[in-house]
């Protein structure tokens, strides 16, 4: 196993990170609840006794079993070997009291007297506004104080501009941003990284295959894997990707299997900085192209059209439907389409398409002019009502 640092922590960190959003299930396979817990547990420990050290949870995980299942993984000492992540769920928090006690509720969960480190989840614009007004940085200055905490993060999912305010409002020890060689330009992106780098902060990197669509050796990249100089699988790319880059110090793999444990064990000790040659590189930058050339909507995320006023998360409903098609995964794509879109996220609103009324309130803001109300239609009647 390889390891980096954080620029403002001294510790070794695994490069590869376990993350606990994806665990084995049983039964029906729809429900995130139903965690396998004894594989889980067994394949948390199995990546810590080859070299894992950093363990990234968070409170909705599994509809709340990721936290104490993790807590179970930790148990008989392996807790004293780990690095333990977990996150403050923003979207719930309506007063400064309710950061204290989801805290505390999570070290119990957890079985642990304190988090080594704790992020803010999933920050936006609205987010970070009602945290702030809260007193969200005064809260974690003081759990910093009494032990409950040790270093403060925060993850990210929005623009860049909401990203560089949130970087400089604060001494974070890291930042967690979705990245891969997809999302370059999405939410906060290569500047992102550069910025929040040169900040001082480090990068812990999510969704580094996107949920798993990089991963399948679909038929459109088959071509370039073949033809490569080195033989690897889609995910050995994917990672390695990640890894070239210097200022990434962890890259977090939601693993569902023993197989994928035991492969992402063996491409992270490849996963040095700026190891990648020329070639290698032009065989990733092949695959992107292949992809991108299969986008349906050319929505670009800019979440102008929003809000709607019936609640479709606009973006979100493009971004699925062009996953399915783009990366031939039309199951995954509905299954992860139908639980984001839920209304967990947004005050019990459902955003899907089949939620849109035709007002055409969005298509005035859209600064590519779509058609948004006949794409929305287009994903309604692939996805369902």
């Not at 999933?122 to 945290?131: A, C, H, M, P, V």
């Not at 990707?241 to 490849?270: D, F, R, Y």
């Amino acid at each position: 196993m390889l390891y980096r640092k954080f620029p403002r922590c001294s510790h070794d960190l695994s490069i590869l990170g376990f993350g606990c959003m994806r665990l084995p299930l049983s039964g029906d396979k729809q429900a995130q609840g139903n965690v396998d817990e004894q594989k889980a547990i067994d394949m948390i420990r199995t990546a810590i006794d080859s070299g894992v050290n950093y363990i990234d949870t968070a409170y909705p995980y599994h509809d709340g079993q990721s936290e104490p299942i993790v807590g179970k993984a930790l148990a008989e000492g392996y807790r004293d070997t780990v690095f333990l992540a977990t996150k403050l769920p923003s979207w719930l928090i309506t007063t400064r009291e309710d950061m204290d006690r989801y805290l505390n509720e999570q070290l119990a969960r957890l079985a642990t007297d304190h988090i080594d480190f704790y992020l803010l989840h999933g920050l936006g614009s609205e987010t970070w506004e009602n945290l702030s007004r809260l007193g969200v940085l005064e809260f974690l200055d003081t759990a910093r104080a009494d032990g409950r905490i040790r270093y403060p993060a925060f993850s990210f999912h929005d623009q860049f501009p909401v990203f560089k305010e949130i970087v400089d409002a604060y001494e974070w020890v890291f930042a967690q941003i979705q990245y891969n060689y997809m999302d370059e330009e999405n939410q906060a992106g290569t500047k992102g990284l550069k910025h929040a780098s040169e900040r001082g902060l480090g990068i812990v990197v999510m969704e580094p295959l996107r949920g798993g669509l990089l991963s399948g050796d679909t038929s459109v990249i088959h071509p370039h894997i073949l033809d490569a100089p080195v033989r690897r699988t889609p995910s050995e790319w994917g990672l390695r990707w990640v890894w070239n880059h210097p200022e990434v110090t962890v890259v977090l793999s939601g693993m569902s299997s023993m197989e994928q444990v035991k492969e992402n064990i063996t491409s992270a000790e490849q996963g040095l900085p700026d190891s990648l040659s020329p070639g290698e590189l032009e065989v990733v930058e092949k695959m992107r192209a292949t992809f991108a050339s299969r986008i349906k909507i050319p929505c670009t995320g800019c979440r102008y059209c929003m809000p709607c006023p019936n609640g479709v998360d606009i973006p979100e409903c493009f971004n699925y439907y062009n996953q399915a098609y783009t990366y031939e995964a039309e199951e995954k794509a509905k299954k992860v389409y139908l639980w984001a879109l839920n209304g967990t996220f947004s005050g019990g609103i459902p955003g899907y398409a089949s939620c849109c009324i035709q007002c055409g309130e969005c298509e005035d803001k859209c600064p590519q002019g779509l058609t948004i109300r006949d794409y929305l239609q287009e994903v309604a009647d692939y996805f369902g009502k």
